[in-house]
């Protein structure tokens, strides 16, 4: 084979490497953009079935959150917690800071601006960390703030 030739044959071959290389390529973004329309037509199908069930977990949540407040003694005994054959519920106690009216100007009028955010809102979440007596001097005061969670079993789930 004359050296043109074999010029020739190995332009060819990477003539063609080449336009394989451009077929893969769009069939690969064909491919991609085939996949990507359906996971949207897939997330448009289910999203509302997805939207209602969100809705009707959140509605349950708070029915049970309810209903365990309004029937404490009954659900929970002297216990805080409580095993069911759907689930366990959970009754927590924790000591808050009353979120009171008027904090915010009886901080600054004490100069303790310290527990203020920037925007002049009360730092809410600083204050947990208070003493009483700090609390008392801003007209606030620490309360019990009772909530109720719960785990499902997997029995339950399925």
């Avoid at 084979?1 to 390529?25: C, F, G, P, R, Y």
């Avoid at 769009?26 to 509302?48: C, I, N, T």
């Amino acid at each position: 084979m004359a050296k043109n030739e074999a010029h020739e044959t190995v332009n060819q071959i990477l003539s063609d490497i080449a336009e394989a290389s451009a077929t893969l390529a769009e069939l690969q973004r064909a491919s991609d953009a085939m996949v990507q329309a359906a996971v949207e037509q897939a997330k448009g199908a289910y999203a509302l079935r997805i939207d209602v069930a969100k809705k009707t977990i959140a509605t349950l949540e708070k029915q049970l959150k309810i209903t365990a407040k309004s029937k404490h003694a009954e659900v929970f005994g002297n216990r805080d917690r409580v095993d069911l054959p759907a689930g366990s519920v959970l009754w927590q106690v924790q000591d808050r800071v009353h979120r009171a009216r008027g904090v915010l100007m009886n901080l600054k009028s004490i100069g303790r601006t310290d527990y203020l955010k920037i925007t002049e809102r009360v730092d809410w979440d600083k204050l947990e960390t208070a003493p009483e007596s700090f609390l008392g001097a801003i007209g606030t005061k620490r309360v019990k703030k009772a909530s109720v969670d719960y785990e499902l079993k997997e029995a339950a789930c399925g």
